[in-house]
T-cell receptor, first 113, second 114 residues
Framework: GNSVTQMEGPVTLSEEAFLTINCTYTATGYPSLFWYVQYPGEGLQLLLKATKADDKGSNKGFEATYRKETTSFHLEKGSVQVSDSAVYFCALSEKGGYNKLIFGAGTRLAVHP | EAGVTQFPSHSVIEKGQTVTLRCDPISGHDNLYWYRRVMGKEIKFLLHFVKESKQDESGMPNNRFLAERTGGTYSTLKVQPAELEDSGVYFC????????????FGDGTRLSIL
């Protein structure tokens, strides 16, 4: 079945460091791909998305590119801030993006001053 | 617009008791989803409503879980009787119908079974 695998955390970085959180997926057809973020004490928020191969999603300085050849959707940010500390979830949606989401296990990011 | 609202935010009950979780989706969103995250693992899909109809309930773990969405507005998820392994965070999400419409999540209900 379809699945999402993301790197285990926690990831601990200093402020202004470069961030990469790896995400790979297994899916039939052409899923949509998402990154969701959960800040402490809050619910999940959509961070960015990509709906077809080679699309780049971006938001708040974060980017991820839909790579069909490597079945990956790695999350990157050039310079993290303390306020980016959160749990990040990679997810895919079958059938074009309005059906159920399949999530990875989540990666906790801690950014220190 | 108001976001997805879930109630209660936290519930602590004893094994064998009944608990009902509620979700109010964003107004106008026909799609409503329930998910749960158990013990820090991945978030797993439970079921999907389109208006008042169950579109997909393939993720419901067993018949102790009952979800309803009468009138196609808010939804309830009842666990009866609760077991220890039901502990976790239950998320609700809603979306408009259409291609690539994102799902908007509530803050979740943390359910603790003692």
């Amino acid at each position: 079945g379809n699945s999402v695998t993301q790197m285990e955390g926690p990831v601990t970085l200093s402020e202004e460091a470069f961030l990469t959180i790896n995400c790979t997926y297994t899916a039939t057809g052409y899923p949509s791909l998402f990154w969701y973020v959960q800040y402490p004490g809050e619910g999940l928020q959509l961070l960015l998305k990509a709906t077809k191969a080679d699309d780049k999603g971006s938001n708040k300085g974060f980017e991820a590119t839909y790579r069909k050849e490597t079945t990956s959707f790695h999350l990157e940010k050039g310079s993290v801030q303390v306020s980016d500390s959160a749990v990040y979830f990679c997810a895919l949606s079958e059938k074009g993006g309005y059906n159920k989401l399949i999530f990875g296990a989540g990666t906790r990011l801690a950014v220190h001053p | 617009e108001a976001g997805v609202t879930q109630f209660p935010s936290h519930s602590v009950i004893e094994k064998g008791q009944t608990v009902t979780l509620r979700c109010d989706p964003i107004s106008g969103h026909d799609n409503l989803y329930w998910y749960r995250r158990v013990m820090g693992k991945e978030i797993k899909f439970l079921l999907h409503f389109v208006k008042e109809s169950k579109q997909d309930e393939s993720g419901m773990p067993n018949n102790r879980f009952l979800a309803e969405r009468t009138g196609g507005t808010y939804s309830t998820l009842k666990v009866q009787p609760a077991e220890l392994e039901d502990s976790g965070v239950y998320f609700c999400a809603s979306s408009r119908t259409g291609l690539h419409q994102p799902q908007h999540f509530g803050d979740g209900t943390r359910l603790s079974i003692l």
